[in-house]
């Protein structure tokens, strides 16, 4: 005669419970790095749809080098510039060529989330909400693109999620300059600099770094091969 044996209760139970322990410490980990894929994607796509745009207009408007940025003088930091001439140079440079979804009203958190801050919990007042006037628009995947026009070069706001947590630069929040000479580059991109340099200098990629922190994650995500590495600030 043969016996048959299950498992008692407890044993179940027991084994339920390594196995809650072990996925309450691993899954945290597995959210994250999914997370940082996803932000690293999401990125690189939108500076590729960004990079597209700009050849294309190149073949119709001329070489960048010879575009009219047209905006305020660099001297004049007024939270997001003149909203007519951001307009002017977003609808001559980008608009043909590029899919969006919305055009945003300026002056309103319409299509930019709330509470946007810097690295640390800074504020970021040029994003928010009246302080903005950047032209922007909502591109096909959803991310947020702004256009500031600095006379000789613009910068170039994206908020990869749309209006969606954490609003806050280095997560979801990147900055791009659109350089006469250089291109489409990650704001603080320099020549010759390292990892190092974007980590710890100017607006450092850091989070108990001063005002800005945060500004050069960006460029620190390309210089790492597109790729947020285990000492990124996350």
């Not at 996803?38 to 294309?56: D, E």
């Not at 003149?82 to 140079?89: A, G, L, M, S, V």
């Not at 903005?132 to 170039?156: H, Q």
Request: overall charge neutral; hydrophobic content about 35%; some cysteine.
């Amino acid at each position: 005669m043969f016996s048959k044996r299950g498992f008692t209760l407890a044993e179940v139970l027991i084994t339920l419970g390594i196995i809650g322990v072990v996925a309450a410490m691993t899954l945290p980990t597995l959210l994250q790095r999914y997370q940082k894929n996803l932000t690293v994607n999401r990125l690189k796509q939108t500076y590729s749809i960004l990079l597209q745009a700009i050849q294309q207009s190149e073949a119709h408007n001329g070489e960048l080098q010879y575009w009219d940025m047209g905006g305020l003088d660099d001297t004049q930091d007024v939270h997001g510039g003149d909203y007519e001439q951001n307009k002017i140079f977003y609808e001559r440079y980008f608009k043909p060529y590029l899919k969006i979804v919305k055009t945003c009203k300026p002056n309103s958190n319409e299509c930019w989330g709330e509470n946007y801050k810097f690295l640390g919990d800074f504020p970021d007042n040029y994003r928010n909400g009246s302080a903005n006037n950047s032209y922007s628009v909502v591109l096909a995947n959803g991310t947020i693109f702004g256009v500031w026009a600095r006379n000789t070069w613009t910068e170039i706001w994206v908020d990869i999620n749309g209006p969606q947590n954490p609003n806050t630069a280095g997560k979801d929040v990147f900055f791009l300059m659109l350089l006469k000479d250089k291109g489409l580059i990650f704001y603080g991109l320099t020549e010759g600099a390292d990892r190092e340099y974007y980590k710890t200098q100017g607006y450092s990629c850091k989070k108990n770094h001063t005002m800005h922190s945060g500004a050069y994650c960006g460029a620190l995500i390309q210089t790492d091969g597109w790729e947020i590495k285990d000492d990124y600030p996350w």
